[in-house]
């Protein structure tokens, strides 16, 4: 893979490469792109950028100063596998082009800064991240809503409830049951050539991969494991992976959504995030404390817990995150750690005894997150716990359905919804402008946003249950 902007010239020439596209993520957390004639990309595009209009960019520019430049990284170059001109991908940060500066909405510029901010604390140099995501892949999707109507319907030719559909020319069964889809062989599980072609797909871009399988749900649900990275690599990755996996769903017919929560009554989709840090090519997270954890793993999983509230408005920035946290489905709800409980929210993975492989798990995350500002928060909670040294208390290593109600009150837990959560950030944000990682103006943003195009218009709509409920009294 290509290092510097001389080598990504030099495969443009010797591979004949016709268009070169730029893409860039916006706030929300979708590639937006652009395709140049390869003669329009030079060495200053990888310094002054490309010129664009960020006015119709979500929750960034108004129109009247809406100029901006995407500046290409050339070590995320990698050949498209869907398009039919050779075309040369990369992956851009945004800038401010009177000023040079980076942009300070660009979730990518955020991820550099946290970064920074990390080296300045002196607490490490590294943060490793391994993102988990899971999706499910479906045959059919169809929603509307109207004024007089609101309706969705997804299907999938492995989902349970088409055990007695006849329209399949002849059903075969061997369809998941609900809850039972984890790792089963073909014929039930009819997937496993269209998962390997996402994962193999994903190494020809640049993301190191690992395993495929089926996950939990019926119905399709699935999750490719891909290596871990240094913070902005890792969100590179995991926008690749998702990029991948959505157009060669799209090559067999079908569809793939990363909403943590499309089926009711069964497992939803979450994106665990692995995480550790690392101090001049050493790792920090081993020792001699609770799971082989060291002071500095124990108190950054301390800052997580604390700040967990608030970093769920990153983490899980959807209504849609909050269906799926609700206890009974492994969901990870209890605001605590352990090495085992996977209802907690921080787990510690069995690593053996190599130190390099010690982190710890944050649960919570799906993948409708922006990994940039999910992953650059979890970090500056890290930092902070590390910073003020904040015990994460006693881990939480009994079931917790063997509780008694008391003992479970005791157990912290997460927001019930995402108005919950932005309410959370609101009070508690002290953690993420520090170093000037996130800025006061973009949380605002945040929130104004979420509230105005997510919260408050799923508020003013009737639910179709409320039909089942309440038509009739």
């Known amino acids: 893979m290509p290092q510097t902007p001389q080598d990504v010239l030099n495969w443009i020439q010797n591979e004949n490469i016709q268009v070169v596209d730029l893409k860039f993520i916006d706030m929300p957390g979708t590639w937006q792109h652009l395709t140049l004639y390869h003669d329009q990309i030079d060495e200053s595009s990888f310094t002054d950028g490309v010129a664009f209009d960020g006015s119709s960019i979500r929750g960034w520019k108004a129109i009247n100063d809406s100029d901006m430049a995407m500046v290409p990284d050339p070590i995320t170059a990698w050949i498209d596998p869907f398009m039919k001109e050779p075309t040369l991908s990369m992956i851009c940060t945004i800038k401010e082009p009177r000023t040079g500066q980076l942009y300070d909405r660009c979730p990518r510029a955020i991820a550099e800064r946290a970064l920074n901010y990390l080296a300045n604390t002196e607490v490490g140099d590294t ?3 391994g993102p988990e995501a899971e999706f499910f892949i479906f045959d059919d999707v169809r929603f509307d809503q109207k004024e007089n109507e609101c309706y969705y319907h997804v299907d ?17 069964g061997y369809k998941p049951r609900y809850k039972e ?25 640049g993301v190191p991969i690992e395993k495929q399988h089926h996950e939990v749900a019926t119905g399709g649900q699935a999750e490719l494991g891909i290596k871990f990275g240094p913070i902005i690599q890792a969100a590179d990755y995991l926008m690749t992976y998702k990029y991948c996996i959505k157009n060669v769903a799209r090559k067999y017919g079908k569809t793939v959504t990363f909403m943590p929560k499309p089926l009711f009554n069964d497992n939803g989709s979450g994106m665990h995030t692995h995480m550790s840090l690392w101090k001049a090519g050493q790792p920090l997270f081993w020792g001699d404390g609770y799971a082989n954890l060291s002071q500095v793993a124990l108190w950054a999983i301390g800052g997580i817990l604390k700040h967990a509230p608030a970093l769920l408005a990153f983490t899980n920035p959807t209504t849609n995150s909050y269906k799926r946290l609700v206890p009974g489905f492994e969901a990870p709800v209890n ?4 090495q085992g409980n996977r209802s907690a929210s921080v787990r510690i993975p069995l690593t053996g005894s190599n130190p390099k492989a010690k982190r ?4 919570c995350p799906d993948a409708t997150s922006n990994p ?3 992953f650059s928060a979890m970090l500056c909670a890290a930092i902070d716990g590390v910073k ?8 939480l290593d009994v079931d917790i359905y063997d509780l008694s ?11 019930g919804s995402l108005l919950d959560a932005l309410e959370a950030l609101r009070q508690d944000n002290g953690f993420l402008t520090a170093g000037g990682v996130f800025s006061d103006d973009f949380i605002e943003n945040w929130i104004e946003y979420k509230l105005d195009n997510e919260v408050n218009p799923m508020r003013l709509r009737p639910h179709p249950y409320e039909f089942a409920l309440y038509y009739d009294v």
């Open 127 to 129: 943060a490793y991240f």
């Open 372 to 374: 940039y500002l999910a």
């Open 181 to 205: 889809g984890y790792f089963p062989v073909p014929p039930t599980d009819s997937m496993q050539d269209i998962r390997t072609e996402m994962l193999l797909t994903m190494a020809k871009c």
């Open 156 to 172: 999938s030719v492995e989902g349970r409830w088409n055990t007695g559909r006849q329209e399949e020319g002849g059903n075969l």
């Open 360 to 363: 710890f798990e944050f649960r």
């Open 388 to 395: 003020n040294q904040i015990d994460p208390g006693s881990p």
């Open 335 to 338: 605001l605590a750690y352990s």
């Open 405 to 415: 109600p008391e003992e479970l009150a005791k157990v912290p837990s997460t927001p």
